[in-house]
């Protein structure tokens, strides 16, 4: 039997708050209350030569490569439920510095570890952005002003290009005219690869002419690189944070395999009925990897196809992992007990060539719905015939992205690249389309609440949106900062919103739709986190993309009511 999931007597951590050294005059925190049996805990304080808002302490546990993150509050902290094992803690605070300090923390020890900041130069951040809109290391961090110098072409440039690549991609690529040229008719073609990226009737002639001189002037062969330097000075609420705790365990590196790629890619995360944490890996050799979280014990499975690309990923009630691959177009079904792998045809015709998988959903049947990204279809892999089927959906470059299902069973997912949401009734096989209010944009992911309504993040608008299909009513909500990028929208059992924004380099954003109140959790690493699951006890599962270290990764919201470090749905 697992001893994780009990609690101690509230009694025996009353007791606790003495013997860490935390003394009367801390205020009492819910995390006080208890205790994971086993696990240890660190409290003290941080001071500093000027005022500071809720200082990042990072708990590493360099045996397991399982880092503890937690938030100051009025200048003291408190870290509980940490694996016993050797730790080097660190406190980060931009425009602050403090040296990094050991300890060993054996099972139930209580320590206490205070530190002095120094000031120093803040460093400035990046976007925690992937792909197109990769992190660029050799670039200049500049305002927006200066990655967008003012004059005819910007807003033009923003509207046609902008949206859809990231504020990066564009000023980090010095192209000649006639490349510029040949990028943006590529772009405007239907019959390109993957048909026209502009939409047809959106950019005249004269347009196109503004557009392509405006992109040969500022990002030109002697140019120099930039990228958006970000302002993360987020709003932070130390109440709030104070009880919050973020837990990342590192991927490992594998000598031999990962000797090429010094870094692993995890994408989606996703929960199975032992309360594992199940990922996809894009790190090449593909793998579909899992983290027992209560131990920090990692398995790999090796895809058949080494570079399919996973992307989505699904278990059903029996603990049968399925994902959907990019390249090759196929859904993959792993049977961890038994380590079997089988790859079935997302179009069991075979007539879709070319086409892209993009992220899975499992409905009460067990049947696999899937989103198509690259081919604009909507598929369903039967658990009867073990055969799929794909519907093409109406908006033609949609690029259908994120998946989710009403309690109705209806179909829901985000078309990307068209700003819509969609929705598709398996009863008349009808799809209904909703555009979004701020256009152009494009949509990542959309999540639906226990009532039926829809929210969705306009990742190029940094707006939230809240869709009542009875009505086909929707409002729109600006998330707080500039820049934002709302890639997942997703809703806890309590209908409170959580959004991953990578857009001024990582933060979860809790929104409540009551209050109509944003609140901020700012991530341990500079990232952006393109899918949340959330445990039944309301603990934010997400994988960081274009951290620096890969990572299965988790934020409890109110660490003193965590009873687990299982992740249930
Ligand atoms: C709706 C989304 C969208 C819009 C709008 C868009 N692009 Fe693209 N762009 C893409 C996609 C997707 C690709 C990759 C095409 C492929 O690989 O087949 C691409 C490819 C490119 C490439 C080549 C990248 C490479 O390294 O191979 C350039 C350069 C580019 N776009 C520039 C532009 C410019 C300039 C504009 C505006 C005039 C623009 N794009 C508008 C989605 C878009």
Redesign the pocket.
Same mark, same amino acid.
């Given at each position: 039997m697992r001893t994780s999931g009990r609690l101690l007597p509230v009694l025996f951590a009353i007791g606790l708050m003495t013997l860490g050294g935390t003394t009367a005059t801390a205020p009492a925190r819910a995390q006080d209350a208890a205790q994971i049996a086993g696990t240890a805990a660190v409290s003290g304080t941080v001071e500093a030569p000027k005022p500071f808002q809720a200082a990042q302490v990072h708990l590493l546990n360099v045996d397991k490569n399982v880092l503890f993150m937690v938030y100051t509050s009025g200048g003291r902290y408190r870290a509980v439920n940490l694996f016993p094992g050797r730790y080097e803690v660190t406190v980060r605070k931009p425009g602050f510095s403090a040296e990094t300090k050991s300890l060993t923390l054996a099972a139930d020890a209580r320590e206490a570890l205070n530190f002095s900041l120094r000031e120093e130069g803040a460093q400035p951040v990046q976007q925690g952005v992937f792909g197109?809109t990769s992190r660029i290391a050799d670039a200049t961090l500049v305002s927006y002003d200066e990655l967008y110098p003012a004059g005819p072409g910007r807003d033009l /440039?923003a509207k046609?290009?902008?949206?859809?690549?990231g504020k990066n991609?564009?000023p980090g690529?010095p192209?000649h005219e006639t490349?510029?040229t040949h990028?943006?008719d590529?772009?405007?073609n239907p019959s390109?690869?993957?048909g026209a990226?502009?939409?047809a009737g959106t950019?005249s002639s004269t347009d196109?002419e503004t /557009?392509?001189a405006y992109?040969a002037k500022h990002y030109g062969p002697t140019s120099v690189k930039r990228a958006l330097k970000v302002d993360a000075d987020f709003p932070l609420d130390e109440t709030v944070l104070g009880r919050a705790m973020y837990v990342e365990y590192y991927l490992p590196l594998d000598k031999q395999l990962d000797a090429a790629n010094k870094q692993r890619r995890t994408q989606e995360p996703h929960f199975d009925p032992a309360g594992n944490v199940w990922y996809t890996d894009r790190s090449i050799p593909n793998r579909i990897g899992r983290v027992d979280p209560r131990t920090g014990e990692f398995r790999d499975f090796m895809m058949p196809d080494p570079k399919g690309d996973p992307h989505g990923l699904t278990v059903d009630k029996a603990g049968h992992v399925f994902w959907a691959e990019t390249v090759g177009f196929h859904l993959g079904r792993l049977d961890p007990r038994t380590g079997s792998m089988l790859r079935y045809p997302m179009d069991s015709t075979g007539q879709s060539k070319g086409a892209r998988g993009h992220t899975p959903v499992i409905d009460s049947k067990e049947n696999v719905w899937f989103t198509v990204i690259g081919g604009d279809m909507l598929g369903k892999w039967d658990r009867k015939t073990e055969k799929a089927r794909v519907w093409k959906v109406p908006t033609s470059?949609a690029?259908p992205y994120g998946i989710s299902l009403d309690r109705d069973e209806n179909v829901w997912f985000a078309e990307f690249?068209?700003g819509k949401i969609a929705k598709f009734d398996p009863k008349t096989e009808k799809f209904t389309e909703y555009s979004a209010l701020t256009q152009?944009t494009?949509i990542r992911r959309l999540g639906v609440d226990s009532a039926g309504i829809v929210w969705y993040g306009g990742f190029s608008t940094g707006k939230l949106g809240k869709l009542d299909p009875k009505t086909g009513r929707i409002v729109e909500y600006d998330i707080p900062m500039p820049f934002s990028e709302p890639y997942d929208v997703w809703p806890d059992r309590n209908d409170q919103i959580w959004i991953s924004d990578g857009g001024q380099g990582g933060s979860l954003i809790r929104f409540d739709p009551k209050t109509e109140t944003f609140t901020y959790y700012p991530t341990p690493q500079t990232t952006d986190q393109p899918k949340l699951a959330i445990t039944r006890d309301g603990a934010v599962w997400y994988t960081p993309r274009s951290s620096s270290k890969a990572a299965a990764g988790v934020l409890y919201p109110d660490v003193g009511k965590m009873t687990t470090f299982g992740a249930y749905y």
């Open positions: 197109f /440039v046609t290009c902008v949206y859809c690549h991609f564009l690529r192209y490349q510029w990028f943006v590529l772009m405007l390109s690869p993957r990226m502009i939409p950019l196109r /557009v392509i992109l470059g690029a690249r068209r152009p494009t």
